[in-house]
Nanobody, 112 residues
Framework: QLQIVESGGDLVQPGGSLRLSCAAS????????VGWFRQAPGKEREGVSC????????YYSDSVKGRFTISRDNAKNTVYLQMNSLKPEDTAVYYC?????WGKGTLVTVSS
């Protein structure tokens, strides 16, 4: 059964760090570009970061550039999003998309 599952969301204080995971079954993520998106309450879903399937080229939105890092572990069929220096405005449900398939999201809350 094809499935994408995000994990790693949590409540964290401003300035803290989290690592989100995007794991796939029935789908080899290495074959596809994989993107992380987020949706904050009352806002539209926005792209955060993505990594290419060919040469590992990465992209980051201006709001997270320099703080977030996307990476792949092909042996684990997983894509990670390392998030550092978190801010309250990073609070959102984070979604992963690979091969045009979406996971159900993981909640990140940044609050003191």
């Amino acid at each position: 059964q094809l499935q994408i599952v995000e994990s790693g969301g949590d409540l964290v204080q401003p300035g803290g760090s989290l690592r989100l995971s995007c794991a796939a079954s029935g789908l080899i993520l290495d074959y596809y570009p994989v993107g992380w998106f987020r949706q904050a309450p009352g806002k539209e879903r926005e792209g955060v970061s993505c990594i290419s399937s060919s040469d590992g080229t990465t992209y980051y939105s201006d709001s997270v550039k320099g703080r977030f890092t996307i990476s792949r572990d092909n042996a684990k069929n997983t894509v990670y999003l390392q998030m550092n220096s978190l801010k309250p405005e990073d609070t959102a449900v984070y979604y992963c998309n690979g091969g045009d398939y979406w996971g159900k999201g993981t909640l990140v809350t940044v609050s003191s």
